[in-house]
DNA sequence: GTCTATAATCAGATAGAC
DNA sequence: GTCTATCTGATTATAGAC
């Protein structure tokens, strides 16, 4: 319980910020709509409506542009994180956090960034809010992976990071645009076809 | 079987075809490593060794430089499965081509596409090469699919096209990448490990 | 077909006034 | 901090000689 008064924060201060949400929130529209090369700063300055120099006093970089939007949306999984109960059986939450990706993924609001991109990775790994927001990801669903291998309803014998990172990578499955793009299928009929394959695999059971 | 006698071929065509070859073989290796966007055509033609104008002799454009080398992948896709004993037990050829395509991925062979480039994909539509070798590949695997799920080795209940789109992102898994980037695990125990989150799950059994 | 040299464009970043 | 205008460099693509 935080008892010390809230700090002042001076109405100017709270423009900047909504501001600089705006940017981020377009940001994280056009990332994930075409991709950090695709996205130019340009678009994101039209799309916010002021002037592209005034997003570098903002942002020092395209790359800091992109590592906000992973903040933010790391932070939208951490604000799910706390919405599930804690006391909840482990796979259950676990299942409705790749849930939650697959959702926020269909509907085109999940940021993929270039895995290659060096100079890119460089600005992420420099980033506090991004490796804190990363670090306590992991820890929480890793607390939850290894519980439920401890009751036999994940398997036990992978390693549990690989798990995390099976997780991880379902927030840049391709799956989820093949799919989408056949048009045989809803967003919901994807969502469960593919928490289906990732728990229950190809095989029969 | 092809009675006919083979076309006559003049030493100039078969160097050209081969200068190709090697133009090709370079952007598959500049794709899988870094990327459509971050390739450049300088790379290309620094890596070949040959002039940068003299490569649009042979491809028009960037974007058709990535369809040769998508259309290269796909010929290699195509020569392997045609290795494959025709009357195996459908599941064995599946995992093999599955296992065959994480090889590639591991060996950092395999080229990747952005998939929302928009320009991109009308090239590639465009191919005829391309898009045949895509309908070729659909068929085998799809027929060893039904195969199997009528045998009650892959989940009948699932969608066909649903497995087949599974398997084709494969190619493009970042579960690949980050447990190559953790360090744990070597290249086989990578492969090992998505092969069997791949058809049986991360459940329990 | 291969080369050198260059066009044409585009995008990230900045200068400097207000 | 915001703007307009501009710089700078990189990149795709082509012209034209050989």
Redesign the pocket.
């Known amino acids: 319980m935080n008892l010390a008064a809230p700090p002042k924060v001076s109405f ?1 201060q709270r ?2 910020k909504v ?1 600089e949400e705006a940017i981020v929130h377009a940001v994280n529209r056009l990332l994930a709509e075409k991709g950090f090369d695709a ?4 678009e994101v ?1 039209a799309q916010v ?6 997003l ?3 942002f ?4 800091d542009l992109a590592a906000a939007a992973m903040v933010r949306v790391m932070r939208r999984a951490q604000d799910f994180i706390a919405s599930l109960a804690e006391d909840a059986p482990p796979m259950d939450n676990l299942r409705a956090v790749v849930r939650w990706v697959l959702q926020v993924k269909l509907a085109g609001d999940m940021p993929t960034l270039p895995s290659q991109n060096s100079s890119l990775r460089a600005t992420l790994i420099a980033n506090r809010d991004y490796m804190d927001g990363l670090m306590d990801l992991s820890d929480r669903l890793g607390a939850w992976i290894e519980a439920a291998q401890a009751r036999g309803e994940l398997n036990p014998q992978l390693p549990a990071i690989a798990i995390l990172y099976t997780f991880f990578a379902r927030a840049c499955d391709s799956v989820v645009e093949f799919l989408q793009m056949g048009g045989l299928f809803t967003d919901d009929q994807i969502t469960e076809l593919v928490l289906s394959t990732c728990f229950e695999g190809l095989n029969s059971r």
């Open positions: 100017k423009m900047l501001r996205m130019t700063v340009d300055a409506g002021i002037a592209k120099a005034s570098y006093k903002h020092p970089s395209k790359e």
